[in-house]
């Protein structure tokens, strides 16, 4: 009469071994990477982020962003999908997945004559999606939301302040992210229809820092000093999203789904302190003020539409970000917000998954673009931003479903008309996708 119960605990027990054994194998693979963030803990590099949150990621795996950051309508049992919760309708039973992915950098910069370069290197994100009850199915995931990343220095130009101070150079710099953390869960309450929601949490610290240094040229100077500002941006808030997708085709050779995402957005009510410290022959004065910040994330409509058989997968999505509404104009650095349109397309192509001969065949080969805009305006003009990007995917072993992905991206933001900066960046993502056939969660049998 025990005999169930034993088969219960050691199917659960067996469960939970896999568990920590796939959250070990993330741990060691990322430990390297936290220890390198430490060293240089700038995840961007723009001076467009001087402003508002910093520079978006691309959400999506690394798959995804290999194809364009295409997902929105994407419906399958074997695959992770972060871009619509709804997809977790389709969570196959006694089945688990994890993803993991890291992602490299280069950011180089041009403004007029002036050019600059730099390299990041960081985790990217990590995803568990395992089912709930039949048609139930529910993840969980920590990826960027946004970076701050910028080194700046200019000198004064203007003859009557160095005749009368001495030389002047402005220092900027600022760092920091905003993560989000996620859990979602999506239902089939008929068939071939998908809905989901997902709860997130954007949490953070973004630093801005400002410094001024003079060298006076005049002989007994002394009645001017330096002054210095720091502005910490803590953020901890929590929003959300909802989804649902349907298949308009749903056979075993081909499959046409549409999806559709809204999300919520609001005001991030980020706590703002704000420090000033100078030094003069009178000795430091410090003040310090706290505020919330006005800043708010955009309501965002997604939606899109994906075809998948055998050999051929085709996606297109469209993103539409309302920043402008709740979000206000900078009148003195005559920064604005700008409402987003970002289309994306992607395309996958798989010779024969299960060529047992030859290993290239097995392969996917990924490629996508993606074009849209800055959601900040610079003296009334907009950035243009837009990217290829290209990927393979790599099965671990022949007729299975686990691979390891590797991307990269090449995009430019920007523009070098009024004074303004262009971005060029490059980058390079790999990635694995793990699912746990049915043998995890097998039954022991008992002689």
Known sequence: MFYPYLLEYLKLMRFFRHILTLLATAAFVTTPSLLSAQESSLNAFSPYTLY???????????????????????????????????????TMQQSFIFTFGTEGQNFYSKQGDAKTSFNTFNVRDIAIQFPITKKLGMSASVTPYSSVGYRILTEETNPDVIADIGYVD??????GSITEAKVAMGWEPFKRFFIGASAILYVGDLDRSYTTRITSITAGQGTFSSASALDNFS???????????????MKPQAALTVGAVYDFGGELKAKNKHLVSSNNIFGDTVRLTETISPI???????????????????????????????NEY????????????????????????????????RWSYRLGARYGSSYLTFRGQKLPDMALTLGVGIPIKI?????????????????LSNGLVRDTYFKF???????????WFSRYKID
């Open 170 to 175: 402005y220092y900027h710099q600022g760092e």
């Open 429 to 439: 993502s790999i990635g694995m996708s793990m699912f746990g056939e049915d043998y």
């Open 399 to 415: 007729f299975g479903t686990s691979s390891i992905d590797v991307g990269c991206e090449v995009g430019r933001r920007g523009t």
């Open 330 to 361: 900078d009148a003195v650095n005559q920064v604005g917000y700008n409402n987003t349109h970002t289309y994306k397309l992607g395309v996958q192509f798989t010779p024969n998954r299960g060529d047992v001969r030859r290993v290239l065949n």
């Open 235 to 249: 953020v901890s808030r929590v929003m959300g999203n909802v989804g649902a997708q349907y298949h308009i085709i």
């Open 52 to 90: 508002g949150v910093g520079e978006l990621h691309t959400p999506g795996t690394v798959a995804q962003r290999s194809m364009g950051g295409v997902g929105v309508a994407m419906q399958s049992n074997l695959v992770y999908n972060p871009l619509n919760p709804a997809a977790l309708g389709n």
């Open 296 to 326: 708010a994330l955009p309501r965002s409509i997604s939606a899109g539409i994906y075809f998948q058989n055998p050999k051929w997968v085709a996606g297109f999505d469209y993103v539409y970000q309302d920043w402008k509404s709740k």
